[in-house]
């Protein structure tokens, strides 16, 4: 069984632009969560996805935003792009929704805004 | 709202000696509490989880966890630290139809 893959692993984009990670669920989930994970922090909670539905957000601004598809794959795009939002960008799956699944997350986006 | 405390952001052992990396929780009901481990430059790693079965949960690479709810404590535990433990280790909780809140996490370096 194939794992949870993001692309791309690292990124850099100037302030001010507009940026899409992309995330392939492992196979059989059909839950995706987001997480963003600045240096030296543990991952905040950005939103999660749930046959195609966003089902749950963190305290994030509406610049962040995603999409999930029929196959279970996922985007996050963030738009008007800050310095603050150079970070790790996590994508995490679940066979279904609730924690007692468990989350398999992927190897991350190392996003830098400069 | 639950919230991890994770004691320590920096915890050093020598090689072949206990690992201790200390996680206290706070939720309004019983939640699920997990130990992730991220080497650098990579994602998270599921080293065991509590689902309210067995308060003591055994993990991968020798890890063990035990619940205690008195305490509102989820430590987690290696008899013999090798130098491949070397990471940043984090512990999170759930009360269960909500999304992961993580501590801030705990470096831990072996020391040969």
């Known amino acids: 069984e194939t794992g949870v893959t993001q692309s791309p692993t690292h990124l850099i984009k100037t302030r001010g632009q507009q940026v899409t990670l992309r995330c392939s669920s492992q196979s059989g989930h059909n839950t995706v969560s987001w997480y963003q994970q600045a240096l030296g922090q543990g991952p905040q909670f950005i939103f999660q996805y749930y046959r195609e539905e966003e089902n749950g957000r963190g305290n994030f601004p509406p610049r962040f935003s995603g999409l999930q598809f029929p196959n279970y794959s996922s985007e996050l795009n963030v738009n008007a792009l800050e310095l603050d939002d150079s970070a790790l960008y996590l994508c995490?799956?679940?066979?279904?929704?609730?924690?007692?699944?468990?989350?398999?997350f992927g190897s991350g986006t190392r996003l830098t805004v400069v | 709202a639950q919230s991890v405390t994770q004691l320590g952001s920096h915890v050093s052992v020598s090689e072949g000696a206990l690992v201790l990396l200390r996680c206290n929780y706070s939720s309004s009901v019983p939640p699920y509490l997990f130990w992730y481990v991220q080497y650098p430059n990579q994602g998270l790693q599921l080293l065991l989880k509590?689902?309210?079965?067995?308060?003591l949960v055994k993990g991968i690479n020798g890890f063990e966890a035990e619940f205690k709810k008195s305490e509102t404590s989820f430590h987690l535990t290696k008899p013999s630290a090798h130098m491949s433990d070397a990471a940043e280790y984090f512990c999170a909780v759930s009360p269960g139809n909500t999304p992961l809140v993580f501590g801030k996490g705990t470096r831990l370096s072996v020391i040969a």
């Open positions: 509590y689902t309210s079965a067995a308060t």
């Open positions: 995490a799956s679940s066979p279904r929704q609730g924690a007692g699944y468990g989350y398999t």
